[in-house]
């Protein structure tokens, strides 16, 4: 069965630093993997997903993440934090089944915070 | 374009009580799937509907059921509610799931219930 871990429940950075969000997946086929945001009481928007065009991917407000097969991870990164930025990201890897179709494994989830 | 809708927003029930959420899919998208967020927690998969079937389900009670309709909006029922059914109640829609498994899940804002 696929698997996220999150590592790093909380991350504090201060406005204009690089931000780091830790993700590792486990999982027996070729992996699909997504970052979500969720803001303060609202659903979850697609920052970015990896489906095997390209180990770098680029995403939504200026948001990165590279995928490393050998390391089995899908971490997420910007250089330059904002004080928008402040919300929870939640890394998740694609649960597909030719019959059964496709869900979602999510994390715990990681809450990022931007200090001024 | 309307993205995943959800209604109603925030919902108060009491223990026994039955409730029902709604959700209709983004323009184009035929599958919709249901995602319980406890607080602190990642999504959890509920289970997911295409051709107005059950097509897949996650590790919930039969007290959680569903259903789909023909313009592909779903339901989420929950009867005889328990307190640890308090949670965001999140829908999300895609398109092509069971011949692309590189789908993308689009949430709506959720549905925030709280057993009393």
């Known amino acids: 069965a696929q698997s996220v871990t999150q590592l790093g429940s909380h991350v504090s950075v201060s406005e204009g630093a690089l931000v780091l969000l830790r993700c590792n997946y486990s999982s027996s086929v070729p992996p699909y993997l997504f970052w979500y945001v969720q803001y303060p009481n609202q659903g979850l928007q697609l920052l970015l997903k990896y489906t095997s065009a390209a180990t770098l991917v680029k995403g939504i407000n200026g948001f990165e993440a590279e995928f490393k097969k050998s390391e089995t991870s899908f971490h997420l990164t910007k250089p330059s934090a904002h004080m928008s930025d402040a919300a929870e990201y939640f890394c998740?890897?694609?649960?597909?089944?030719?019959?059964?179709?496709?869900?979602?494994?999510f994390g715990a989830g990681t809450i990022l915070r931007v200090k001024s | 374009d309307a993205g995943v809708t959800q209604s109603p927003t925030h919902l108060i029930k009491t223990r026994g009580q039955q409730v029902t959420l709604r959700c209709s899919p983004k323009?184009?998208?035929?599958?919709v799937s249901w995602y319980q967020q406890a607080l602190g927690q990642g999504p959890q998969f509920i289970f997911q509907?295409?051709?107005?079937?059950?097509?897949q389900r996650g590790n919930f009670p039969d007290r959680f059921s569903g259903h789909q309709f023909p313009n592909y909006s779903s339901e989420l029922n929950v009867n005889a509610l328990l307190l640890g059914d308090s949670a965001l109640y999140l829908c999300?829609?895609?398109?092509?799931?069971?011949?692309?498994?590189?789908?993308?899940?689009?949430f709506g804002p959720g549905t925030r219930l709280t057993v009393l």
């Open positions: 999300a829609s895609s398109f092509g799931v069971y011949w692309q498994n590189t789908d993308t899940q689009y």
């Open positions: 509907y295409y051709e107005e079937e059950e097509r």
């Open positions: 323009s184009g998208h035929d599958t």
């Open positions: 998740a890897v694609s649960d597909w089944d030719r019959e059964y179709g496709n869900k979602l494994v």
